[in-house]
């Protein structure tokens, strides 16, 4: 299985930004299709985001529809999300995972087989 290890996250204020990065131990990752999601203290796991293999197509849940882009780097071997306008809201741990194929339900975690050990992201008021 890809091993997957996330960064960028860390402490912004309401409105700022910030770019996570989830790099991916092999090559091979541009085979599988990358979503994020996050988990805020006391919440489930929520989807946020999803790109598939070759970056062709991307699929956003609707808290962050026009708030933040993902996108990958394949020569890095790695998905970024870049996320704008945060607020207090999106404060949680999130996680980058990967999974064999884009059809099926991105938002369903069940569906992914590997995860990153997640990075924090807080957004002060």
């Known amino acids: 299985q890809v091993q997957l290890v996330e960064s960028g996250g860390g402490l912004v204020q309401a409105g700022g930004s910030l770019r996570l990065f989830c790099a991916a131990s092999?090559?091979?990752?541009?085979?599988?299709?990358v979503g994020w999601f996050r988990q805020a203290l006391g919440k489930e796991r929520e989807f946020v985001a999803a790109i598939s293999g070759s970056g062709s197509l991307t699929f956003y849940a609707d808290s962050m529809k026009g708030r933040s882009t993902i996108s990958r780097d394949n020569a890095k071997n790695g998905v970024y999300l870049q996320m704008n306008s945060l607020e207090p809201e999106d404060t949680g741990v999130y996680y980058c995972?990967?999974?064999?194929?884009?059809?099926?339900?991105?938002?369903?975690?069940?569906?992914?087989?590997?995860w990153g050990q997640g990075t924090q992201v807080t957004v002060s008021s």
């Open positions: 092999e090559r091979t990752s541009s085979s599988y299709t």
């Open positions: 995972a990967a999974r064999n194929r884009w059809s099926g339900d991105l938002a369903d975690s069940r569906q992914y087989v590997s």
